[in-house]
């Protein structure tokens, strides 16, 4: 493959990863609305996505393993490393909270990730414009449905508007690090793998702007940014998640479903 | 207590081109576009369709259960009408 060749594939594996562990940790985040959800509806709703972004994950997990070159299948990389090994950024990880702050949660990582996957549809590398083809339009609709209900719940009752206030300030502080670049970002760009994201903020912009003004919220600026994620630095939060996730693979080593 | 004022929507799937919308159920959602999202969440799951239509429940002015006699039971002793009395010519074909 031409476009793994001009990166090494260290870099490439790292890169992956990451793209890897944000799905599956925002989509296990999701998923724990299952059963939960405030009525019928998005209780089918955040499932079909938390499984658009699993499917992803585990699209990139299995190509992350053959890159790697260790033996690794996506089960192994998914479920038993330790939490330093993670390297989703923090957005991905946060707690559910509400479910205006889960809807907000959605729609900054996936309007992150929209302009990711657009840039990824031209990759030299195949295998991810291939990945990218089919998550660009499952993105598409995650950001139409968390954006819908940012607007009705910043624009809605007294409470409901108190509750979104609340979440874009609580969420303020991990925009930030989705954009951060490295040597891994900037190795994939010069290879025309992937866009760096410190080059997708104004397109973030462009998907969230219209929304906040739809719905009457003001952006926040903060002075705490949380950073880390992308080196294995977590929040508490994480930890009690990949509990939870790793629990059948640490109990069954190996186990096959 | 905030459930109660979400509306009802009825929605009608078309399954592919060529075929009408048939009805499949109903959702709960504040206005019309969170009712499509609604019904592609909750009835396309597994493909289901290909074009969707929402229609407020409200809309729909149904025929009354206690007048089923008067509005249907006249048809049953018409059995003419059903088209079962034609010889259809072999080059028809399916019809």
């Known amino acids: ?257 | 207590m905030t459930k109660n004022q979400i509306p009802l929507w009825e929605v009608f799937i078309r399954p592919r081109n060529g075929l009408a919308h048939k009805h499949c159920g109903s959702v709960h959602a504040a206005d019309e576009v969170m009712a499509l999202q609604a019904a592609r969440d909750v009835y396309t799951r597994r493909g289901e369709g290909t074009s969707i239509w929402v229609v407020p429940s409200a809309a729909i002015t149904a025929s009354d259960p206690e007048n089923k006699d008067e509005n249907f039971e006249p048809a049953l002793t018409k059995v003419y009408r059903h088209p079962t009395f034609y010889e259809i010519p072999d080059e028809v074909g399916h019809m």
């Open chain 1, 1 to 257: 493959m031409a476009a793994a060749a001009a990166v090494s594939g260290e870099a490439l594996t790292a890169f992956l990863l990451r793209l890897a562990d944000d799905h599956l940790i925002i989509g296990h985040r999701l998923s724990e609305w299952c059963g939960h959800a405030p009525m019928l509806e998005e209780d089918l709703a955040m499932p079909n996505m938390a499984l658009d972004l699993i499917g992803q994950a585990r699209t990139l997990y299995q190509y992350a393993g053959e890159v790697e070159g260790k033996g690794r299948d996506e089960d192994q990389i998914a479920y038993v490393r330790r939490e330093r090994d993670y390297v989703n950024c923090l957005m991905a990880e946060r707690e559910n909270g509400d479910f205006a702050h889960t809807m907000l949660r959605q729609l900054h990582f996936a309007a992150f990730m929209q302009p990711l996957w657009q840039g990824m549809l031209s990759s030299r590398d195949e295998r991810l414009a291939g990945i990218a083809a089919k998550a660009e339009k499952e993105v598409a609709y995650h950001i139409r449905h968390a954006g819908e209900w940012v607007v009705r719940l910043g624009d809605g009752t007294e409470e409901s508007t108190r509750r979104m206030k609340a979440a874009v300030e609580a969420l303020a502080p991990y925009v930030d690090e989705l954009f951060e670049s490295d040597a891994v970002t900037k190795a994939m760009a010069e290879a025309g793998i992937a866009p760096d994201p410190a080059t997708l903020r104004p397109a973030f912009d462009a998907i969230v702007g219209p929304i906040f003004a739809e719905a009457g919220l003001a952006w926040v600026e903060t002075q705490h940014g949380q950073t880390g994620g992308r080196q294995g630095r977590h929040g508490e939060a994480l930890g009690f998640l990949l509990a939870e996730l790793q629990h059948m693979q640490r109990t069954y080593p190996g186990m096959i479903w």
